[in-house]
Structure formats: structure tokens, C-alpha cells
């Protein structure tokens, strides 16, 4: 028994011997764990931008995957849509354990990040650099989220929202077609200007929903599993309360199906246009857009004054 076990250690010396002398791996692991913090003081930030432009067709859909970070989508009547990416890590290293792919193909637009495996140590000690997408694109467009890891915004779209996958806040503008919201860690705002035939789903929010429908609209809502309430500030829509979590409503004359189930927080039911909070990238360029036009007009008055 003696023999046997002397036998095994000396094979796993000699294996760990072996990956020591020709990859190094074991070595730079270790080199790793030591002096990471170190290495983590001295290194200088990177920063990676990608800036693409495509021509995009009336009802084509736009694919964000993966996103370690925020994601806003500004719409409005264009036929192009400019996508901005940024990434910033502790060092240029970083990058390489996530893929960053901007690309069109038959099924739409593709913006997606996507975990890369650089070996055992790195996949360990490593950082993942944080992103952020930013897309100025046509409102005729369908648009899916899946799997982001932030706040999200969206202007108004004319075809149908998707979203499997968010932890964060979301704020949309009016959707025109129909919508599916499952699996989302933060709170929800939504508006609605028409609805097809689909209807509208949301399953699975650990959060608070709002609905801002749109004047006309014709829907029949239903929810289930609420840990908490369905609220209407809309003077003619009634909400039914069957029991502890059963609420409905009938929205106009009724029409599509509003769907909602497991929900931990108020769904709360509002009138009027919508208006989604100020993201914070279009807030600091209105910040600077007012800042400049003050630096302006003191400049015009000080012109002023030296010619009197």
C-alpha cells in the first residue's frame, strides 16, 4: 500500500514538474495570485472603442446579447443606425477574455459580447472589463435584449420589444407592436401605444412595473403570482381584485391580452404620453449643450459691452 501511494505522489510531482518546465502555466498563476494586487495598483486603465454605422430596413430587428454594462437605444426618423461601443478595463489584457461582435446578417443587427476562455489561472484571477452600448437607430425596428447586465434604455419602436435577462432598471418609450418581458432584477417602465395581436407578456420581474398606455388603446389585462398590487391612476379603468394575487382589468372596449405573472412589486397602470427618464449619457449632453450656450451669450455680452 506503501508503494502504491509513493508511486502516485511521484507521478503528480513529476506532472506538475512537467507543466512548470514547458507552459509555465502553474508558474504564472501563482506569479499571479502574489503579485496581483501589485499589478493591479501600477496598471494603467485601457479603453477600447468600436464605432460602427449600417443601413437598417423598416421592421428589421435589432440583437443586444451579453452586455456587461449599460445599453441605451436612441430612436428616431432615420434609416441608419450608429452603434458606439466603450469598454474600459484595469489593463489592455482584459479585453481579451470577453469578444466584442458588431456585425449585420440576414436576422438583423448583432451587438454582442461574449465570455472568451484564456486558460484556467486567467479564467480564476482575471477581471472582465465593463461595457457600455450606445445605438442611435430608426423607430421602425424590432428589438431584442438578452442576458444584460445593467440599466437599459430605449426611445419609442415601432415593431415588437423582447427582453430575456435583464439586472437592472429599464426604461422604454412606446411600443407599437407587442412585447415579452422575462426574467428582469430591477424595475420597469413601459409604455404602450398599440397593441397586436400578441399582446403584451411579463413573467418573472423582481421589481416594480409601470404602464403608460397610450389614449385608445383596447386591452384585457390579467395578473397572477403578484407579490403586491395592480394599481390604475386611469379615471375609467377599474381594476378587479378575484383574490390575495388574481387582478384584471378591461382597458377600453378590451382586445389583446396583457399578461402578467410573477411579479414582486406594484404594477401601476398610467395615462398619456410617455416620457422615459433622462438616460444619463443624454443628460450630460444637455449639461454641455447649456453649458456652452451660456459661455455664448456671456461672450456676446462682454462683445457687446466693449463696442459701447
Keep these: 500500500m506503501k508503494r502504491v501511494l509513493i508511486v502516485v505522489v511521484l507521478i503528480v510531482c513529476a506532472a506538475v514538474l512537467g507543466l512548470w518546465r514547458s507552459h509555465g502555466g502553474v508558474r504564472a498563476g501563482l506569479n499571479r ?3 496581483g494586487s501589485s499589478d493591479a495598483a501600477n496598471a494603467s486603465p485601457a479603453v477600447d472603442e468600436i464605432r460602427k454605422t449600417f443601413e437598417l430596413k423598416p421592421g428589421e430587428k435589432v440583437w443586444i446579447q451579453g452586455i456587461n454594462g449599460r445599453v441605451e437605444i436612441q430612436t428616431s426618423d432615420t434609416k441608419t443606425a450608429e452603434v458606439y461601443v466603450k469598454r474600459t478595463a484595469d489593463n489592455a489584457d482584459s479585453f481579451k477574455r470577453r469578444q466584442m461582435i458588431v456585425e449585420q446578417n440576414a436576422d438583423g443587427l448583432l451587438v454582442r459580447s461574449r465570455q472568451v476562455f484564456n486558460g484556467f489561472w486567467d479564467h480564476l484571477f482575471g477581471h472582465d472589463p465593463k461595457e457600455e452600448v450606445i ?7 424590432a428589438l431584442q435584449l438578452r442576458g444584460i447586465n445593467a ?6 419602436i415601432d415593431g415588437r420589444l423582447e427582453i430575456n435577462g435583464l439586472n437592472g432598471d429599464g426604461q422604454f418609450g412606446q411600443i407599437g407592436e407587442s412585447a415579452e418581458l422575462n426574467g428582469i432584477n430591477g424595475r420597469i417602465a413601459v409604455g404602450l401605444n398599440k397593441l397586436g395581436e ?4 411579463i413573467h418573472g420581474v423582481n421589481g416594480g412595473v409601470e404602464l ?3 389614449p385608445g388603446i383596447n386591452a384585457d389585462l390579467n395578473a397572477n403570482g403578484m407579490n403586491g398590487s395592480v394599481k390604475s391612476d386611469i379615471a375609467e379603468v377599474r381594476v378587479e381584485k378575484e383574490n390575495w394575487s388574481h387582478y384584471s382589468a378591461r382597458i377600453g372596449s378590451g382586445g389583446p391580452d396583457i399578461e402578467i405573472s410573477g411579479v414582486n412589486g406594484d404594477v401601476k397602470l398610467t395615462r398619456g404620453a410617455f416620457v422615459a427618464e ?3 449619457a443624454k443628460e450630460q449632453s444637455n449639461k454641455t449643450s447649456a453649458a456652452k450656450a451660456s459661455e455664448a451669450k456671456a461672450s456676446d455680452v462682454k462683445a457687446a459691452k466693449a463696442t459701447q
Design 33 to 35: 495570485v502574489v503579485g
Design 135 to 141: 445605438i442611435k437607430a430608426p423607430r421602425q425596428i
Design 151 to 156: 440599466r437599459v434604455y430605449s426611445g419609442d
Design 198 to 201: 400578441r399582446g403584451l407578456r
Design 212 to 214: 403608460k398606455l397610450a
Design 278 to 280: 433622462q438616460s444619463p
